[in-house]
């Protein structure tokens, strides 16, 4: 069973590693936030221990990215941090479950043996909006029934939207979501994609609302 930790720390999360390993585990280590969201991406993994506080993106951003690109893989947030406010955040973005440091490694054991057999909530792998659906298993986007081919990034800004129907997304939600920070990526770039998903499924699918972001479903 292979278990990914994402933590900044070197002595911690080789400690980590090494106390896992001898629990029987597998254990691939990633220092930064972007090194640890391409490794989730990429591989299967048993649960991931993420930090909050690392370079490159934070583990906030990791576990939202992750979550809206349907991965549902168990998380366990640490964070040197504590307070409810932190808790509520890591909660929100999609982790499911939260450790402050320092924390006893017997607990920390318990929880993540704890996720691991819950598994990953349930989270849908189709998602539907009037005529329009998203397979993130197979990635394909279908419109009445008939493939549409989307790009990568497409897919991943229709996905975005779809998983909140009804509810007015934002250009910066979007850029948050979807790109690293560290290239500046323009806002122009959600007007783009926008506009290449509507030539493919139709203006209507995707609503703008002035001055606040876009819409798909009943807004």
Same mark, same amino acid.
């Given at each position: 069973? %292979? ?8 002595? $911690?999360? &080789? ?7 001898? &629990? ?13 969201? +391409?490794?989730?991406?990429?591989? /299967?993994?048993?649960? @991931?221990?993420?930090? @909050? ?7 906030? =951003?990791? *576990? %939202? ?12 947030? $640490? ?19 939260? $450790?402050?440091? /320092? ?9 993540? %043996? ?8 349930? =989270? ?16 394909? *986007? =279908? ?21 909140? /129907? ?12 979807? +790109? ?10 959600? &007007? ?5 998903? =509507? ?6 699918? @995707? ?13």
């Amino acid at each position: 069973m %292979r278990l990914l930790v994402v933590e900044d720390e070197v002595r $911690l999360a &080789e400690s980590l590693k090494a106390g896992l390993e001898g &629990e029987g585990y597998a254990v691939d280590l990633a220092f930064n936030g972007t090194d640890g969201l +391409w490794m989730a991406s990429e591989h /299967p993994y048993a649960a @991931i221990v993420l930090d @909050i506080l690392l370079p490159g993106l934070n583990g906030y =951003r990791v *576990c %939202r990215r992750l979550r809206t690109a349907g991965n549902s893989t168990p998380i366990l947030m $640490l964070t040197a941090k504590d307070g409810e406010l932190d808790e509520a955040e890591a909660l929100d973005t999609g982790a499911d479950d939260f $450790l402050s440091k /320092p924390f006893s490694y017997v607990v920390f054991l318990a929880r993540l %043996r704890a996720l691991i057999r819950r598994g990953g909530s349930s =989270r849908p792998s189709v998602l539907r909006v009037g005529d329009v659906e998203l397979d993130q298993g197979t990635r394909v *986007c =279908r419109s009445g029934g008939v493939p549409v081919p989307l790009s990568v990034k497409e897919f991943s800004v229709l996905w975005f939207l779809l998983s909140r /129907p009804g509810e007015v997304v934002s250009k910066a939600e979007l850029l948050d979501g979807l +790109w690293d920070f560290a290239s500046s990526p323009d806002p122009n770039l959600v &007007e783009v994609y926008v506009s290449s998903i =509507r030539r493919k499924l139709g203006r209507d699918v @995707i609503r703008t609302v002035r001055g606040a972001g876009y819409v798909v479903g009943r807004g």
